[in-house]
């Protein structure tokens, strides 16, 4: 297609996809910048545009790609009323931003002009964080009623599960869910994460630990992709603290040094209320509960539902007694 015509925005809009997901996203967002800089009023660049911004923005912390991510979202969903996508990125960026209540009402925006089951998922994981877990379940219920066929409803319902406590039917979903990944697909490092946390929660150690196992190699191959988020140190972190927690010599002694090394600066660094939840958990794990409620508390500032997370729960729990 570049051969035919590299020019034509279709084509280089592509082409600009698979910058960004080979690890490429500064020559992505450059090469968007070109499509709109031809074509003022092509929605899809513009959203594509958004998305590289956003992975930026995560990648490299810089506000202001998140800002500009959030921008060309909005005109992305203004440019063309019957584009669903926009506003399911925007709502993505108004929850890196801490807005939930934002996020939300970008979410319900998107399911007005196409309800599917990921923006349904993304806003019960909105209404988790503000702490409506039966919401939560209900719009996890709706995705997967609306595509019984997809991974998306079962991950999230095991996500809904856990936060209420039944861990069983969490492994279920969310073993359903990794099952259902479609040919093709990119295996998912949280999702793997998820469920090493189930079965950890109903005492299968054996699988806890394949699972998050499974997890830290995903991350690993994420980050020698150039495509893995700044998050993700948080993830990696928690996942290498459980396993040698559970199954002590699993992890390679060098891997542990440098967990230990950088711990801290990855606490400090951690901003997000999902990467600050991880820290909470790795923090506990590691015998550390005074850091553990000073992430648990930086967390429940954006995302109170938090505080009722199993794992970190007995932290709120002695925190309201206080």
């Given at each position: 297609?570049?051969?035919?015509?590299?020019?034509?925005?279709?084509v280089?809009?592509?082409?600009?996809?698979?910058?960004?997901?080979?690890?490429?996203?500064?020559?992505?967002?450059?090469?968007?910048?070109?499509?709109?800089?031809?074509?003022?009023?092509?929605?899809?660049a513009?959203?594509?545009?958004?998305?590289s911004?956003?992975?930026?923005?995560?990648?490299?912390?810089?506000?202001?790609?998140?800002?500009?991510?959030?921008?060309?979202?909005?005109?992305?969903?203004?440019?063309?009323?019957?584009?669903?996508k926009?506003?399911f990125?925007?709502?993505?960026?108004?929850?890196?931003?801490?807005?939930?209540a934002?996020?939300?009402?970008?979410?319900?925006?998107?399911?007005?002009?196409?309800?599917?089951?990921?923006?349904?998922?993304?806003?019960?994981?909105?209404?988790?964080?503000?702490?409506?877990?039966?919401?939560?379940?209900?719009?996890?219920?709706?995705a997967?009623?609306?595509?019984?066929?997809s991974?998306?409803?079962?991950?999230?319902l095991g996500?809904?599960?856990?936060?209420?406590?039944?861990?069983?039917?969490?492994?279920?979903?969310?073993?359903?869910?990794?099952?259902?990944?479609?040919?093709?697909e990119?295996?998912?490092?949280?999702?793997?994460?998820?469920?090493?946390?189930?079965?950890?929660?109903?005492?299968?150690?054996?699988?806890?630990?394949?699972?998050?196992?499974?997890?830290?190699?995903?991350?690993?191959?994420?980050?020698?992709?150039?495509?893995?988020?700044a998050s993700?140190?948080?993830?990696?972190?928690?996942?290498?603290?459980?396993?040698?927690?559970?199954?002590?010599?699993?992890?390679?002694?060098?891997v542990?040094?440098?967990?230990?090394?950088?711990?801290?600066?990855?606490?400090?660094?951690?901003?997000s209320?999902?990467?600050?939840?991880?820290?909470?958990?790795?923090?506990?794990?590691?015998?550390?509960?005074?850091?553990?409620?000073?992430?648990?508390?930086?967390?429940?500032?954006?995302?109170?539902?938090?505080?009722?997370?199993?794992?970190?729960?007995?932290?709120?729990?002695?925190?309201?007694?206080?």
């Amino acid at each position: 297609a570049l051969q035919l015509d590299r020019d034509d925005g279709v084509v280089a809009t592509a082409h600009a996809q698979f910058l960004s997901r080979t690890g490429r996203n500064d020559e992505a967002m450059a090469l968007y910048e070109q499509v709109i800089v031809r074509n003022p009023h092509d929605a899809a660049a513009l959203a594509a545009s958004a998305a590289s911004k956003l992975q930026a923005f995560r990648q490299e912390g810089d506000r202001s790609f998140l800002e500009a991510a959030k921008i060309a979202a909005q005109q992305a969903a203004d440019m063309d009323p019957l584009l669903w996508k926009p506003l399911f990125s925007l709502a993505t960026m108004e929850w890196f931003d801490g807005n939930i209540a934002a996020a939300i009402i970008a979410s319900e925006a998107a399911i007005a002009r196409d309800e599917n089951e990921f923006v349904l998922a993304n806003l019960g994981s909105f209404y988790l964080c503000d702490g409506a877990f039966e919401k939560a379940r209900n719009a996890y219920t709706r995705a997967r009623e609306l595509n019984p066929g997809s991974y998306v409803g079962d991950e999230f319902l095991g996500t809904a599960y856990y936060y209420l406590g039944d861990f069983e039917q969490s492994v279920n979903f969310r073993q359903r869910a990794i099952e259902r990944l479609g040919a093709g697909e990119p295996e998912i490092h949280e999702m793997w994460g998820n469920l090493g946390d189930s079965f950890r929660q109903v005492g299968d150690r054996d699988n806890a630990v394949s699972a998050y196992l499974r997890a830290a190699e995903i991350a690993e191959r994420d980050y020698l992709r150039g495509t893995a988020p700044a998050s993700d140190r948080a993830a990696r972190a928690w996942y290498y603290t459980i396993l040698e927690s559970l199954k002590p010599g699993s992890v390679p002694g060098n891997v542990i040094g440098r967990i230990d090394d950088e711990i801290d600066e990855i606490a400090a660094d951690s901003a997000s209320a999902t990467e600050l939840r991880r820290m909470a958990q790795t923090w506990l794990a590691r015998g550390s509960p005074d850091k553990a409620r000073e992430a648990l508390e930086r967390a429940t500032e954006t995302c109170r539902g938090y505080a009722d997370y199993p794992d970190v729960a007995l932290l709120a729990t002695a925190a309201a007694r206080e």
